[in-house]
């Protein structure tokens, strides 16, 4: 995948203190690490429950669950913060 790709982050809400509602807290080192190798994201809500996929030229890249992202940081750290960069590297 060239650098500067467009990557849109669909997310869904989560519980958290026994409130649901759509968080970016814990999208924030997912965001640093694609940013960091030249992407560029874009957040978008979406109703599926505690899910995050990336999308690039119209594909599902890669999924998890929101709720096993690490909270805040720089995502170098998280392993599902680099499995993410690498899928979307890997994406045509």
């Known amino acids: 995948m060239p650098l500067n790709a467009l990557v849109i982050v669909r997310y869904g809400p989560y519980y958290s203190c026994g409130i649901?509602?759509?968080r970016t807290f814990r999208l924030e080192g997912l965001q640093a690490v694609l940013k960091e190798e030249?992407?560029?994201c874009v957040?978008?809500?979406t109703a599926d429950w505690?899910?995050?996929e990336l999308i690039v030229n119209g594909e599902c890249v890669y999924t998890c669950s929101i709720?096993?992202?690490?909270?805040?940081?720089?995502?170098?750290l998280d392993p599902l913060c680099q499995e993410?960069?690498?899928?979307?590297k890997n994406a045509n």
């Not at 709720?67 to 170098?76: M, T, V």
């Open 20 to 22: 649901a509602e759509h």
């Open 38 to 40: 030249g992407h560029r």
């Open 43 to 45: 957040l978008e809500k």
């Open 50 to 52: 505690n899910k995050v």
């Open 67 to 76: 709720a096993d992202l690490e909270f805040g940081g720089d995502g170098r």
């Open 84 to 88: 993410a960069k690498t899928s979307v």
